[in-house]
């Protein structure tokens, strides 16, 4: 079983909760995805004192375990603001740490995200920092005290899936021993399944199925895809050769043709 | 029977017309004066069903459709159909064919056709999809017209105070305030541009994967652009963040909008339920119409509609 921080959770997918149609539609497809974390973002929802309670109430209904994330966030001193205003108002230290670098790519300022994870991990937060698959700054995430990691496959929202497989393969030789989390970039359930062939520990989605036409479906056919990516994973997969190997021996043939 | 309608945002004021017609006598009561303090004072004013489709469920598109007809019977010369125009920029072009996949009742056009309905696009959007059928209104000019149309065949305005007592039945349309315990509020934040050096005829969305915004043009070289999406009740001023983001699509949709005044920010908080959709309930007192969110002056004649009936029905029970 997956296990984060010490917690055991039963699936393998993790959903945000942004860009719905409405918040019934998110419930009906948290409930066909099987996720057992949704994230939720903070940092527009607080514009302000008085926030999105009725909504927020809306999610701690759906029973799951909400992972906070810090979306959005540009600075460091954002991001741990926002880590630390998601910890009172859900009463929980883990939190999806994202610091933004690009405003058009949405890429991670690993800088930054090094700097805010070893803050928020002295303050005794557990943080998911959302990266790029560079190892070297994976290595200093851990160093920081992460104990899960989460890259990005594509840019956030892009729909690309694994633009660059050879990179996550390394990423996960490099850390055989820590969750990973494929975290941004994620299209259609065949790439999710993609990456959990190559033995990512889980996915995260968001506009995938928020934005499919019907979300619930859309969540439920990727909960079966990170099912059979990380089934397939487990058999041991065959890899790919030059040379075609026939199924089927052409000497113990009865009659040769 | 007389109706003592609470709130005089669209939902009341619609609700107001339709009693009015089917005979009702009707008192339509508000803490404000004018119809400033709603939702709907803020309000893009589309009749655009096909489009909002995009993101909302059928029953939007069913209800909505007839809106333009109920408006334009209400307050004649006040709609003005001239469908909606869609684009994106080029390089979310992209957008347009999710956008295409969600909807109906559009033309896919090219740059050409883009330039014969709106000239002053004229280059800058090689494909658009065009909504023929939809239209669009000013929803200030409505909703002051509705108040004077009541008032004039002799609904009473009453403001501020006690709340009037004698009615045999209460409409509550009072949106967000009514603080229902399924409701939630949604964030809008608005901005009123005024430049001289575009025109456009109809309203325009731009698309974009992340900031999606339209642009309706007003009298008076207006133009409102709108609207973010937030999940909260706050209602204090507009953030410099939504402000930039709306400020870049109206640039994004034409560089000119640079040189335009900002003459107004508005930030209202709609009234939505779980779904999203707007329901007419049965109270001990009355009615209550509900959940307009981003669909007042798109769905509250459909809600009207059926809120008049179940009133009036339950008269005919009485009788």
Wanted: net charge negative; proline share 6%.
């Amino acid at each position: 079983m997956l296990s984060l921080y010490g917690e055991d959770i039963a699936s393998r997918l993790l959903l945000g909760t942004a860009q719905y149609p409405s918040p019934s539609i998110l419930a009906e497809a948290v409930r066909a995805s099987g996720a057992g974390i949704v994230t939720v973002s903070l940092r527009r929802e607080t514009a302000g004192g008085r926030t999105g309670g009725q909504f927020w109430e809306l999610i701690r209904e759906l029973g799951v375990r909400i992972l906070p994330n810090t979306a959005g966030c540009h600075s460091v001193k954002e991001a741990v603001t926002t880590a630390r205003m998601a910890r009172d108002l859900f009463g929980t230290d883990w939190i999806k740490l994202e610091v933004i670098g690009h405003h058009d790519t949405l890429q991670p300022d690993v800088f930054g995200l090094v700097e805010a994870a070893r803050i928020l991990i002295e303050e005794g937060f557990k943080v998911f920092p959302y990266t790029t698959e560079d190892l070297v700054v994976a290595g200093r995430l851990l160093e920081a005290g992460c104990e899960v990691l989460m890259p990005w496959c594509a840019p956030i929202g892009s729909a690309r899936g694994p633009v660059n497989p050879d990179a996550l393969r390394s990423f996960r030789a490099e850390f055989p021993d820590i969750p990973l989390i494929v975290d941004a970039g994620l299209g259609r359930p065949s790439h999710a399944a993609s990456v959990m062939e190559l033995g990512f520990d889980a996915v995260l989605l968001n506009t995938a199925v928020a934005k499919a036409g019907d979300p619930a479906a859309m969540a439920s056919a990727f909960a079966q895809a990170v099912e059979a990516g990380r089934r397939a994973f487990k058999a041991g997969p065959l890899e790919p050769r030059d040379m075609a190997v026939p199924s089927t021996p052409v000497i113990g043939k009865a009659v040769f043709e | 029977m007389h109706v003592l309608v609470r709130g005089a945002g669209v939902a009341g004021l619609t609700l107001a017309h339709e009693l009015l017609e089917q005979g009702a006598k009707v008192t339509v009561f508000d803490l404000l004066p004018d119809s400033s303090g709603s939702a709907s004072w803020l309000a893009g004013g589309m009749l655009a069903p096909w489009c909002e489709r995009e993101s909302a469920e059928e029953p939007v598109l069913t209800l909505g459709r007839l809106a333009a007809d109920w408006w334009e019977n209400a307050l004649p010369g006040h709609v003005v159909r001239n469908g909606t125009l869609v684009v994106a920029p080029p390089r979310d072009a992209g957008e347009l064919g999710r956008f295409a996949a969600r909807t109906s009742g559009f033309e896919e056009i090219a740059g050409e056709r883009i330039a014969a309905l709106e000239p002053d696009l004229d280059g800058r959007f090689r494909r658009g999809l065009f909504f023929a059928g939809e239209a669009h209104l000013d929803p200030r000019r409505a909703l002051l017209a509705l108040r004077k149309k009541l008032g004039a065949r002799g609904v009473a305005f009453l403001c501020g105070g006690k709340e009037p007592a004698g009615a045999d039945r209460i409409a509550d349309c009072t949106g967000i305030a009514s603080a229902a315990p399924a409701l939630r509020g949604v964030r809008g934040e608005m901005l009123v541009l005024e430049t001289p050096d575009i025109s456009l005829s109809r309203p325009v969305r731009l698309l974009h994967p992340r900031i999606p915004v339209y642009i309706v043009p007003r009298d008076g070289n207006r133009f409102m652009v709108g609207a973010t999406m937030i999940e909260s009740e706050d209602d204090g001023p507009v953030t410099a963040r939504s402000m930039m983001e709306l400020l870049n699509a109206a640039y994004g949709l034409h560089p000119a909008f640079a040189e335009a005044k900002i003459v107004e920010t508005g930030v209202g908080v709609r009234p939505a339920y779980a779904d999203n959709l707007p329901r007419v309930t049965r109270t001990a007192e009355g009615v209550s119409v509900n959940g307009l969110y981003r669909h007042g002056f798109l769905l509250s004649p459909a809600m009207a509609q059926e809120a008049a009936a179940m009133i009036l029905q339950e008269k005919r029970q009485y009788a």
